[in-house]
């Protein structure tokens, strides 16, 4: 990426029940200068969403209580929160579990274990869409 600043500012969830990947996308993001929040499952994230008005979201698909299609599936039938990107992060690459996340209204799906490069370039691709 040619510009450091350019996703300075831009607040990112990242939904996660792995601590490991919570934090190794808390620094890759907040070293590109996004604001993050991290949320545990689908239920914290809910919570905090309405709050905080994240820009885009990142949200794994196997989570307890709540899983990653659920979340998604809820954050989009909010007329609020509609807009907002969701990129489901998912350690299988399938296309059955790609097909399900559009259903639900993902915007993106990465595989796990993301790059910095994957992370932030997924980050530029969406970070406009709810920007109207």
């Excluded at 600043?5 to 190794?24: F, P, Y």
């Excluded at 489901?88 to 790059?115: I, Q, W």
Aim: proline share 5%; hydrophobic share 40%.
């Amino acid at each position: 990426m040619s510009d450091p600043q350019a996703l300075h500012g831009i607040k990112v969830m990242v939904i996660d029940d792995s601590n490991t990947i919570r934090r190794s996308a808390e620094i890759f993001l907040t070293q590109a200068g996004c604001q993050v929040l991290l949320a545990e499952d689908g239920f914290d994230a809910l919570a905090k969403i309405a709050d905080h008005q994240p820009d885009l979201i990142f949200c794994d698909i196997m989570m307890p209580r709540l899983d990653g299609y659920q979340t998604c599936a809820l954050i989009k039938k909010n007329p609020k929160f509609s807009a907002t990107p969701v990129i489901m992060l998912s350690s299988k690459d399938g296309l059955f579990d790609r097909a399900r996340g559009r259903m639900v209204g993902s915007d993106h799906y990465l595989t796990k274990p993301f790059t910095k490069d994957t992370l932030l370039q997924a980050v530029t691709d969406h970070r406009g869409r709810n920007a109207a």
